[in-house]
């Protein structure tokens, strides 16, 4: 059997996948079984932030695995300490929680919100609340803070104190807010939910908000984190500074991990025992996160990725068929005029560019560190693809 067949009929059928298995990758550049190659503008789900197995990236990753490869939580770990170190250097939060994925972060955070609250106020004041169209994992608890009904069904029962308001609404939230309410969780950016940008009004209302009753304010930066919008973090965008936020995607550059991170208030909330995983601050992992971090925190990448956001919009602004573009940074949606945007991918796939989706928008997420030509060349088989039809 091939790897599809095994696929088919080993691995639970969780995913609808394009037609093609890939076998190696080098910087934008994917090559499938049949020795076919792809230029990827998805990163994995924008997790491969310097593409396919970076020198530096594949170096310290490798170094540190045949230095020691793992070590459980009862031990200090260097890798670890100096990943924390960086982040809370580079940011204006005091501590850090590491986990092994996104979903695993937002549940830290949830954790230490609830508890937050519980140390400061008693029982009953733990309710949550997130976004409509919002995406916070897969985890039964991150299912119920994700504001979307078909995410909730068939695992009965969930999570309870979740409540939904409406995103650029001020109003909902506060409609929502009550003595009951312990936090607010939002993505500045709405990655799955259709690469919907938060109002920086709206978002600065709301913090005004927690400041006021003492809510703690989580902002998911799963997707949006690491450089991905052309800031560090995204909340950076919007001129606050969130008690928590969460991380995961592309901080690895390709290996599973998540964190969460907290200011000063927040800091001391969990102690032994209130959270752990056997996986997490895996040293080969943070490695390759610590290499990440030393070149996606630099300013002039940074500015590097703002001006590839500016070339790459107004490309895809010139295409027939692009009804409107939508991007913070290079997390990019893209309309289309009354097309199937799931069919379009499929057919740019087909015709070797490595695209997503979101709701009803194609969707872009490239490695920070394409070049301009290799947008050119993603532009290009999208344009041949949309005239195609
Ligand atoms: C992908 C994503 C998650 C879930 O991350 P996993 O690593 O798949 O658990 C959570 N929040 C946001 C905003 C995401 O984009």
Redesign the pocket.
Known sequence: MNTKELDKKYIMNTYGRYDVALKSGKGCVAIDENGKSYLDVSSG?GVNSLGYCDDGWVKAVTEQLGTIQHMSNYFYCSQASELARKLCTLTPFAKVCFGN????A?ECAIKVARKYSFDKYGEGRNEIITLRDS????TVTTLSATGQDVFHNYFFPFTEGFKYAVADNFESVKALADDKTAAILI?CVQ??GGVNILSKDFVKAVRRLCDERDIVLIV?E??TGVGRTGKLFCYENFDIVPDMITV??GIGGGLPI?LCMCTEKLANVMQPSTHGSTFAANPVVCAGANYVLSVVSDEKFLGEVNKKADYLRKRLLGLDGVKSVRNLGLMVGIELDGRDAHDIAAKCVKNGLLIITAKNLLRMLPPLNISCSELDEAVAILEKTLMEG
């Open positions: 789900i994925s996104g979903a695993e937002n995406f916070h994992g897969r993505e990655g799955e998911d799963v997707q995961a995607k998540g």
